[in-house]
């Protein structure tokens, strides 16, 4: 019943937002980190599962199904919004490796002649970069997060050296939602753009054969990733959406619940990144 009640809510919320934005409002929240410090502990604490995976391969839906397959042990994409920028004290490691990330990504969109594609991503890319410095603070829970670093700057991490990857990969797994079919996302692209114009969300526009060869691009370029977090040694699964939403959802739980045992048997979560990393095979494959 509370489920049901929660599911109940979140519709009628999402309707009223819905219906703002199209009356031309945009709501938006005050971060409040303090809420998600106050949430009940569990044993994901210090984690961080991210997905990654060409557009429209079905990251979210995955990181959904995992979310309300149990009880609540892990904070969501939506619950970045509550994260807050504080002070400066984060790694020094882990800001001088996003800053090469964000600098190269910079260097290829300057070369972009639209404007407003060029600053509308470089506002997004920073985002992603403070949310993922302020993921690894000590939360008492873990973050599943279908937007992070790995699928946002993907290009940029398949050039980066192994070390400054490792350090990217502290108490962190990699879930690749993969597929063969390219054409399959491109149309499920389309659908979407088809969606947001109807909203009157703006997009820039792009064909399909356009769409077509950056999801076989973009593909290829999140399996080199996969690789290079695998040849690191950090925990990693890949799915195949040919696979069946059933069976991947079984692979995904099974992933997660050996991720946790490991974690909880490495001791508190600020110092147990290494050892998860060693209790977990090199690779899980569906």
């Given amino acids: 019943m509370g489920r049901l009640t929660t599911n109940l809510v979140g519709h009628w919320k999402r309707a009223v937002l819905t219906a703002l934005s199209r009356?031309?409002?945009?709501?938006?929240?005050?971060?409040?980190?303090?809420?998600?410090?106050a949430a009940s502990p569990a044993d994901t604490s210090g984690l961080v599962i991210e997905f990654i995976g060409a557009e429209a391969v079905g990251k979210s839906t995955l990181c959904r199904a995992l979310l309300s397959s149990g009880p609540r042990r892990w904070f969501y994409t939506r619950d970045l919004s509550d994260l807050a920028l504080t002070d400066l004290d984060h790694p020094a490691d882990v800001q001088e490796v996003l800053k090469e990330l964000f600098l190269r990504r910079i260097e290829q969109d300057h070369r972009r002649n639209d404007l407003w594609v060029m600053?509308?991503?470089?506002?997004?890319n920073a985002r992603v970069i403070q949310q993922d410095v302020l993921m690894r603070r000590r939360f008492p829970r873990g973050f599943l997060v279908d937007e992070g670093?790995?699928?946002?700057?993907?290009?940029?991490?398949?050039r980066l050296a192994a070390r400054s990857l490792r350090t990217l990969l502290r108490?962190?797994?990699v879930?690749?939602?993969?597929?063969?079919?390219?054409?399959?996302?491109?149309?499920?692209?389309?659908?979407r753009h088809a969606t947001w114009k109807a909203e009157g969300r703006f997009k820039h526009p792009t064909s399909f054969d356009s769409l077509l060869s950056q999801s076989a691009a973009m593909l290829k370029v999140h399996r080199r990733v996969f690789e290079m977090v695998s040849d690191c040694g950090s925990p990693c699964l890949r799915l195949r959406i040919e696979?069946?939403?059933?069976?991947?959802l079984a692979a995904l739980k099974a992933f997660e619940a050996r991720l946790c045992a490991a974690g909880a048997a490495a001791g508190p979560p600020l110092i147990?990144?290494?050892?998860?990393?060693?209790?977990l095979p090199l690779r899980s494959r569906a």
């Fill in 272 to 279: 147990r990144e290494d050892a998860v990393a060693a209790a």
């Fill in 243 to 248: 696979d069946g939403a059933e069976r991947n």
């Fill in 149 to 158: 670093v790995f699928k946002q700057f993907a290009p940029e991490i398949a």
């Fill in 119 to 124: 600053s509308g991503m470089a506002q997004w």
């Fill in 175 to 191: 879930v690749l939602v993969d597929t063969d079919d390219a054409e399959l996302l491109a149309r499920r692209h389309m659908d």
């Fill in 23 to 37: 009356a031309g409002y945009d709501l938006q929240r005050r971060p409040d980190p303090s809420r998600l410090a």
């Fill in 171 to 173: 108490g962190r797994a």
